[in-house]
């Protein structure tokens, strides 16, 4: 079963334009991850939040995470052609009971920069 | 440049028939994923071990597949009898514990 889930299913916007995506999730986490996956292609790991992190920056790219409400967002500035994919967000659970955490995705997010 | 090998990348066979996939991790990662990807379904967690250990299968129709870790450099996903439902990209994925996954380029199985 899935345990987060993106938002919106599909974005497209304009090259230079911002593109946030967000990640909703059920249960609690030891970490939050933002994957990129390009035409099928296996998933490419963008960056890693901590449950007891709020921001996180890598180049272009800034992650948040809301421990209270469960929700996540990336934001991608000044967006380029190349950055067309799709976005997954995973997170790091601990099963209920369990004492190992597993890595489980969203159905992702298509993003499309038109030049 | 160290990656997750997978093989075959692409497979096509007869409904009935076994299927064996391969994983090469990462020297050095400690666990290691399978997932399945579907238009429908996502990315699904089928298993994963820790240490060479199955950890958690839970998310493979057991009658069908099975999962084992023979030695450190092989991860192996079998599907016996293969069915129509099964075609989907099988990515495999290592990393450490509660770290990022480094995921291999997956195989493209079709079942006809």
């Known amino acids: 079963s899935q345990q987060g889930e993106e938002d919106p299913q599909a974005l497209s916007i304009q090259e230079g334009e911002n593109a946030t995506m967000n990640c909703s999730y059920k249960?609690?986490?030891?970490?939050l991850q933002w994957y990129r996956q390009n035409s099928g292609r296996g998933l490419v790991h963008l960056i890693l939040?901590?449950?007891?992190?709020r921001e996180k920056h890598s180049g272009r790219l800034r992650v948040t995470l809301d421990t209270s409400k469960k929700s996540s967002s990336l934001l991608i500035t000044a967006s380029r052609a190349a950055d067309t994919a799709s976005y997954f967000c995973a997170t790091d659970v601990l099963p209920l009971g369990g004492a190992n955490s597993k890595l489980t995705f969203g159905k992702g997010i298509t993003l499309s920069v038109r030049p | 440049d160290a990656r997750v090998t997978q093989t075959p990348r692409d497979k096509v066979t007869e409904m009935g028939q076994e299927v064996t996939m391969r994983c090469q991790p990462i020297l050095g990662h400690n666990t290691v994923f399978w997932y399945r990807q579907t238009m429908m379904q996502g990315l699904e967690l089928l298993a994963y071990f820790r240490n060479r250990a199955p950890l958690d299968d839970s998310g493979m129709p057991k009658d069908r597949f099975s999962a084992e870790m023979p030695d450190a450099t092989l991860a192996t996903l079998k599907i016996q009898p293969s069915e129509p439902r099964d075609s989907a990209v099988y990515f495999c994925a290592s990393g450490f514990w509660r770290a990022e996954a480094f995921f291999g380029q997956g195989t493209r199985l079709t079942v006809v």
């Open positions: 939040i901590r449950s007891n992190e």
């Open positions: 249960t609690s986490i030891n970490n």
